[in-house]
């Protein structure tokens, strides 16, 4: 259903979600952007440059280090509670909330789901707000997504100047906005234009038919090391990635936890076993490891490229590697080598 | 700036003569502003050879990756040619197998001060003879001063000429104002501890622990950083204020007598943490106390590896 | 909300039962460990099938991923035998009878037992990768199961005579009429009455009949990469060759990306892989 | 301040020559006082400084001999251009100076580690608890390592 949401209204909307909710929108951090809680008196600050957040919002879900147990006096484990108070994330762009629809089939799976996750994805809602104009790094309609996609939200807002058009997706998003008075059909073909003309405007990054299967052929080719050798094997790309969810987990004896920290494909150390042997030894084997699981090993799990174009990746890499260049680069791969 | 056409031609000749294998230096980006390290293995891959103000990145972190006898040829400012310099006095290469392209650096520009100053996505970045810089971005074009843009450690930049380089292109350059430095690091200190203290949190406590600081420095070449080490751990390993400030201390702490302020932690930080006010500290500390710049020849080494009974003075408390 | 009874990476509270050298050089202990609660012990052998591994814990050193030595029906304990490594192995190296300790697990698949039934089997093993071995032969020689399955050949190899482990067990075996053992060390010793080389060599030596047979080969990287393809020189087919992988596991339940291979995750699609898979994956071993 | 002060005291193993001293140091050190010995005040690593910051010390003593008395000959010339050092950066970040006190020993020296940590733990007592650093969640100060 369409719905007219004010903007002079917005905070008073967002003032009344308060008392049912924790809202986390975007609000400014030193130079960025970031999903804060908000207070008395807040300011909303949408990145007009970037659009996203400086870390995507998967940091809500899965921080980047938390405590899964502590260590009780006599040697035993203790549960900490998962988190469930309701909380409610505004202004969520389409790529980063398509993202945690990716990462819900890593967590919550039949045999295994991880509680903190579960407890955290069930207790809150996505709102979020399409980009009208989409961001030069950002490659979402390539990979499947787009600037108005729809996937894991439960409603978005289309910018319509003086107002924002409220598509609500699901039940839950239904009664958040329950208030509202209903869009002309008009306006919601003013904004259905405006949401087309956003997709129109991203050029196709790169082609991704066949890509797959160029990756997959090509697990030895010289290219790996090509594309990898400037980079620093730091943790940005994977670190600011919205689909990224690897973590170590780590006894912290002088806190008497055990957390789990973010960690990454990236670091020297992430794959380095007790023996010295480590699979990944090099930048080569790492950068292969984090392209193909984006655009191959993802494809073959659930069918879906596991990147939703959010650009951060080529935007703070400090040697500026562009995973699109990389990808560009991929077609011109033979294609009938056998695999190895 | 230098003449690019002059760098090609030498970067040409090192290869064409055999003189070495590979030269580093930069390669225009994938993005309008960021242009990538690059290794250029063959004359004809110099065509693509480019050097501008937009080059962040210390290329001496990547020397450490290639074996010592491998001869490399580097494209070299002020602050890598020091950098270079303390590897050497490391053994991280010998100097012999190396050769330095110097070009006498006028700064570094910080992309994301473009970004802020034009308020939208930049198209593209022409730098001008009158240090303007001539920003095409969506709405229109910018000009803007470059003296404004620069990165803060290429702003207080003593010693922007390559001071070892077996060749330099282009015309040397004043050396820059050491007070600046000087002065930087005495303000901070003005401040409450209070104040220093909360300003350190602020900044350290955004940290993400995604290490692009270490990876982007030169001088950490460590096969194993002691936030890596599990046994003992030296840290708290994730992003609790004791680890996060545990690593900030650590890292800079590390760097005594061995930084030579190029800044490249700094940009390299994808949170925008300020790194330099910490380092810039322990390197007026070490100018102060020991009369010591980093990478200033290829003989000294830093004071923490020089121990002399001289210094039995300063035992009395 | 309690999540008490889903949550994947809190340990079921164990003891330590025994501890003992299997080794002459220290480097290898095993470890029996019994369950605090009976509860999770019925849970536990509910779900236990050989070839599957858990994850030790001790705290304030971390987790560490072994695979299980010991078949149900030995009673309610769980057996491991440990090669002391990095800080977590040598830390449970430390402990003693009476110690606590968290495992979790059993994760992965195990060994397809059912899918083996009427079929001989050639059990192939090097080094401290035999303990899921020797947890799969104890298994297969209860009485209720050994009727299920042909013929059994064991070749099973180390570097030296003092490595082997399982010593009474394995004798004893060599004296059983339903099975074969093959024993190798890598150089010759004095009074050793079995073979001596590598263990790929020895299969060839053995030549054990592919004809309805299924191969499972655990050992070092090395091992297994030589022995794969002489078993397939020998006749096996790809899908009648079984190996379990490793890799470094920090949630074991596929979370945390660490032992992704391909679009598999060595805990929870593995850790046991048939050859014909192997060939799918990427080879970022 | 009512709070004793917490403080953690590195002691080179040569520095108290002494047996009365040492014996004092070895068991009857007050139980604000953690004592870690090392073999030479070289071997004290700065993370071995942040440990006890961050755990929560109000004061670190580091307890050494005087140069041309060291049992390796340099350790204690290396130990103290850096620990300075980093005494003096981590002034710059929030942990004062003076929390961080050397005592250098002659071998003739009897007597002086008690005057000097009472003295010590007095000029602590009077700055009061140092929180800035302190960022390790543990009970007792220098308990991170006990």
């Known amino acids: 259903m369409n719905l007219i949401l004010k903007k002079d209204d917005l905070n008073h909307q967002l003032n009344a979600w308060r008392q049912d909710y924790e809202v986390y929108a975007p609000q400014s951090l030193q130079n960025y952007t970031h999903f804060l809680p908000l207070q008395d008196g807040f300011e909303l600050a949408f990145d007009v440059k970037a659009h996203n957040t400086r870390i995507p919002p998967k940091a809500l879900f899965l921080p980047t280090s938390e405590a899964l147990l502590k260590f009780t006096r006599f040697g035993g484990y203790e549960q900490i509670p998962s988190e469930t108070s309701p909380r409610l994330i505004f202004g969520i762009r389409p790529c980063d909330a398509h993202a945690m629809t990716m990462l819900d089939t890593v967590f919550e799976q039949e045999r295994y789901t991880d509680p903190h996750w579960q407890a955290r994805r069930d207790a809150t809602l996505l709102v979020g707000l399409g980009c009208h104009e989409p961001c030069q790094t950002g490659f979402c309609t390539t990979v499947g997504s787009g600037p108005f996609n729809h996937a894991g939200l439960d409603a978005i807002l289309t910018d319509l100047g003086d107002i924002f058009l409220v598509e609500t997706l699901t039940e839950k998003g239904e009664g958040l906005f329950s208030q509202l008075e209903t869009a002309t059909e008009e306006q919601s073909a003013q904004a259905s234009v405006l949401q087309q003309a956003a997709a129109a405007s991203m050029p196709i990054a790169f082609e991704t038919e066949g890509l797959k299967e160029k990756l997959d052929q090509n697990f030895d080719n010289p290219y790996w090391e090509e594309i990898s050798r400037s980079c620093l094997s730091c943790g940005v790309c994977t670190f600011l990635c919205p689909t990224c969810f690897c973590f170590d987990i780590v006894d912290e004896a002088q806190r008497g936890e055990r957390v789990r920290n973010w960690d990454t494909c990236m670091f020297r150390t992430y794959s380095l076993e007790a023996s010295g042997h480590n699979p990944r030894p090099s930048r080569v084997e790492r950068t292969r490891q984090r392209l193909s699981h984006k655009y191959t090993y993802w494809v073959d799990q659930i069918n879906q490229i596991g990147c939703t174009g959010c650009g951060r990746c080529v935007r703070y890499c400090p040697v500026g590697l562009d995973i699109r260049a990389m990808l560009r680069k991929a077609h011109q791969l033979p294609s009938e080598v056998a695999h190895v | ?317 | 909300m309690s999540n008490e009874a889903h949550n994947p990476y809190l340990p079921i509270p164990m003891h330590v039962l025994h501890a003992y050298y299997e080794s002459n050089d220290r480097s290898l202990k095993t470890l029996e460990l019994s369950f605090d609660d009976p509860q999770d012990a019925r849970e536990f052998f509910a779900a236990y099938n050989p070839g599957q591994f858990c994850l030790l814990s001790v705290i304030g050193k971390g987790e560490s991923a072994l695979g299980v030595a010991s078949a149900a029906w030995e009673g309610d304990f769980v057996r491991f035998t440990i090669q002391k490594m990095g800080s977590v192995t040598t830390a449970l190296h430390e402990l003693k009878p009476g110690d606590p300790i968290g495992i979790r697990g059993p994760l992965g698949n195990g060994f397809p037992l059912e899918a083996w039934k009427g079929k001989n089997l050639v059990i192939i093993g090097g080094g401290c990768a035999f303990s899921t071995l020797y947890a799969l032969t104890k298994h297969l020689h209860h009485p209720s199961n050994r009727g299920d399955y042909g013929k059994m050949t064991v070749i099973y190899g180390t570097r030296t005579s003092g490595l082997c482990m399982y010593k009474q067990d394995i004798a004893a075996w060599h004296q059983r009429d339903d099975m074969e053992v093959h024993q190798a060390i890598d150089v010759p010793e004095q009074d050793w009455l079995h073979h001596v080389g590598y263990v790929p060599d020895v299969v060839k030596e053995v030549k054990p009949s592919p004809v309805n047979s299924v191969a499972v080969v655990c050992g070092p990287p090395i091992m297994t990469k030589y022995t794969l393809p002489a078993l397939v020189e020998l006749g096996f087919t790809p899908e009648t060759i079984f190996t379990s992988l490793e890799k470094r596991m920090k949630c074991g339940v596929g979370k945390c990306g660490r032992c992704n291979l391909g679009p598999k995750y060595i805990c929870k699609d593995g850790p046991v892989f048939s050859l014909a898979d192997l060939n799918d994956l990427p080879a970022d071993l | 301040m009512s709070e004793t002060p917490k403080l953690v005291l590195f002691q080179c193993q040569w520095c108290l020559f002494s047996p009365a001293d040492q014996e004092w140091v070895d068991s009857q050190l007050p139980a604000n006082i953690h004592l870690i010995k090392v073999p030479c005040t070289g071997r004290i690593n700065p993370l071995y400084l942040l440990n006890a910051v961050q755990g929560g010390a109000d004061g670190i003593m580091i307890s050494g001999c005087l140069p041309e008395q060291c049992h390796f000959k340099t350790g204690n010339i290396g130990a103290r251009r850096q620990l300075e050092e980093f005494s003096d950066y981590l002034s710059h970040i929030g942990y004062e100076k003076e929390r961080i006190r050397f005592l250098w020993l002659d071998l003739q020296d009897r007597g002086i580690i008690q005057k000097e940590l009472a003295a010590f733990e007095a000029q602590l007592e009077a700055f009061g608890p140092a929180h800035n650093l302190a960022t390790r969640a543990v009970e007792s100060a220098g308990g991170a390592n006990a």
Not at chain 2, 76 to 102: F, T
Not at chain 2, 157 to 168: G, L
Not at chain 2, 174 to 183: M, N, S, V, Y
């Open chain 2, 1 to 317: 700036m230098p003449d690019l056409d002059a760098l090609k031609a030498e970067a040409k000749r090192l290869l064409d003569e055999g003189v070495v294998e590979m030269i580093i230096g930069f390669k225009a980006g994938d993005t309008p502003l960021h242009p990538q390290p690059a290794f250029f293995k063959t004359v004809e891959e110099i065509d693509r050879l480019v050097y501008n103000a937009l080059c962040q990145n210390n290329l001496a972190t990547y020397l450490t990756r290639f074996p010592k006898t491998q001869k490399i040829g580097m494209l070299v400012r002020g602050c890598e040619n020091r950098s270079v310099n303390a590897l050497v006095i490391e053994g991280q290469h010998p100097r012999d197998g190396l050769y330095l392209i110097g070009v006498p650096c006028e700064g570094i520009i910080d992309w994301r001060k473009i970004i802020e100053k034009t308020g939208e996505e930049v198209i593209s970045v022409f730098e001008q003879s009158d240090n303007t810089v001539l920003v095409e971005a969506k709405s229109g074009y910018f000009t803007l001063e470059k003296d404004t843009l620069l990165h803060e450690s290429c702003a207080r930049c003593i010693h922007p000429n390559p001071i070892s380089a077996d060749i330099v292109i282009g015309e040397l350059l004043p050396e820059g104002d050491p007070t600046l430095a000087r002065e930087q690091v005495a303000a901070f200190a003005d401040l409450s501890l209070q104040e220093r203290h909360a300003w350190f949190r602020q900044e350290a406590e955004r940290c993400i622990r995604c290490y692009a600081c270490r990876e982007a420095c030169p001088m950490c070449y460590c096969e194993e950083c002691f936030v890596d080490h599990v046994s003992p751990r030296w840290t708290e390993s994730g992003t609790t204020p004791a680890g996060m400030q545990g690593w900030h201390i650590v890292r800079a702490f590390h760097q005594t007598g061995r930084c030579t302020s190029c800044g490249a932690c700094e940009r390299a930080c994808p949170m925008d943490i300020k790194m330099t006010y910490l380092t810039e500290k322990l390197n007026q500390d070490m100018r102060q106390k020991y009369n010591f710049e980093a990478g200033m020849d290829t003989k000294t080494p830093p004071p923490f590896s020089t121990i002399t009974l001289d210094d039995k003075s300063r035992f009395i408390v």
